[in-house]
T-cell receptor, first 111, second 116 residues
Framework: RKEVEQDPGPFNVPEGATVAFNCTYS??????FFWYRQDCRKEPKLLMS???SGNEDGRFTAQLNRASQYISLLIRDSKLSDSATYLC????????????FGTGTKLQVIP | DAGVIQSPRHEVTEMGQEVTLRCKPI?????LFWYRQTMMRGLELLIY????????DSGMPEDRFSAKMPNASFSTLKIQPSEPRDSAVYFC??????????????FGDGTRLSIL
């Protein structure tokens, strides 16, 4: 089983729709979690960290479910510019924190 | 602030040639990561350094790959001899791990490598 798993998609949604992605992680002791956005032929860029109590940044909401070992990303009122691949990442505990990335979920917002 | 700087942006070379990729992390970041990304395998961690010391190189594919970090502001990833299957985008990322458990990684623009 991969350490971090995502549905590759693609998710094709109309503008204005709400879309949610999940990402599961296998190490129950994983400590920190992040969502990254990657545009075609570009580097991954941090979208938001995921906090235990859940957090929101504008149209984006991230949640952590430790019992079921998954994190989620909710995008409300989708824009064409949200089209990208979304990568989740998890960091294990310990002094040296190797971040493990999922393979990404592709989102295409359609006019 | 300058981000992570990688060079070259693009490299096209023939198989068997030596390839050297370069990375300058964000100033003050004490961890540096080399990744390889392909359509088939996604983003794979090759090696990471903490305070210039290699901590985990289990992702390095084989002996043809080597990485060094001679000081806090510079790292290289070398492939010798290169093979067509090494064609990929290679990313360098850095992170501040000095007592901050929830700090994200920051990526460079990547080097797009094509081995003919």
């Amino acid at each position: 089983r991969k350490e971090v798993e995502q549905d590759p998609g693609p998710f094709n949604v109309p503008e204005g729709a709400t879309v949610a992605f999940n990402c599961t992680y296998s190490n129950s002791a994983s400590q920190s979690f992040f969502w990254y956005r990657q545009d075609c032929r570009k580097e991954p860029k941090l979208l938001m960290s995921v906090y235990s109590s859940g957090n929101e940044d504008g149209r984006f909401t991230a949640q952590l479910n430790r019992a079921s070992q998954y994190i989620s990303l909710l995008i409300r009122d989708s824009k064409l510019s949200d089209s990208a691949t979304y990568l989740c990442a998890a960091t294990p505990p310990g002094g040296y924190q190797k971040v493990t990335f999922g393979t990404g979920t592709k989102l295409q917002v359609i006019p | 602030d300058a981000g992570v700087i990688q060079s070259p942006r693009h490299e096209v070379t023939e198989m068997g040639q030596e390839v050297t990729l370069r990375c300058k992390p964000i100033s003050g970041h004490n961890s540096l990561f080399w990744y390889r990304q392909t359509m088939m395998r996604g983003l794979e961690l090759l090696i990471y350094f903490n305070n210039n010391v290699p901590i985990d190189d289990s992702g390095m594919p084989e002996d043809r790959f080597s990485a060094k970090m001679p000081n806090a502001s510079f790292s290289t990833l070398k492939i010798q001899p290169s093979e067509p299957r090494d064609s990929a985008v290679y990313f360098c990322a850095s992170r501040d791990e000095q007592g901050h458990s929830n700090q994200p990684q920051h990526f460079g623009d990547g080097t797009r490598l094509s081995i003919l």
